[in-house]
Nanobody, 121 residues
Framework: QVQVAESGGGLVPLGGSLKLSCKNF????????WGWYRQVPGNERELVAG???????KYADSVKGRFTIVRDNTQNTVYLQMSSLKPEDTAVYYC???????????????WGQGTQVTVSS
């Protein structure tokens, strides 16, 4: 089971950039995909970017062209580079890893603490 620590969030102005990091301190024995998710109060957690075992990368329509997910196996770290940030990107961002279908569905019992991203208008 993965054990992750997300970092890199903060307060940025409209149009700004941030790079989030997700360090895995747990097992990778059943991990072939990683995802970045976000959640705002009252809403379900949504997948914003996923990188899968076949090299496929998926982005939510709302972030296409602005966010980039990168996996660094040597560092056991997954990054989310975010640019052209908008107020609607404000959320707590989480990462998680597992089998392809689990990452696609966000079907995890355990999550990290997340990192808050706030975009001011």
């Amino acid at each position: 089971q993965v054990q992750v620590a997300e970092s890199g969030g903060g307060l940025v102005p409209l149009g700004g950039s941030l790079k989030l990091s997700c360090k895995n301190f747990g097992s990778i024995s059943s991990v072939n995909a990683w995802g970045w998710y976000r959640q705002v109060p009252g809403n379900e957690r949504e997948l914003v970017a996923g990188i899968f075992s076949d090299g496929d990368i998926k982005y939510a329509d709302s972030v296409k062209g602005r966010f980039t997910i990168v996996r660094d196996n040597t560092q056991n770290t997954v990054y989310l580079q975010m640019s052209s940030l908008k107020p609607e990107d404000t959320a707590v961002y989480y990462c998680n890893g597992g089998l392809n279908v689990r990452v696609l569905r966000g079907n995890f019992q355990a999550w990290g603490q997340g990192t808050q991203v706030t975009v001011s208008s």
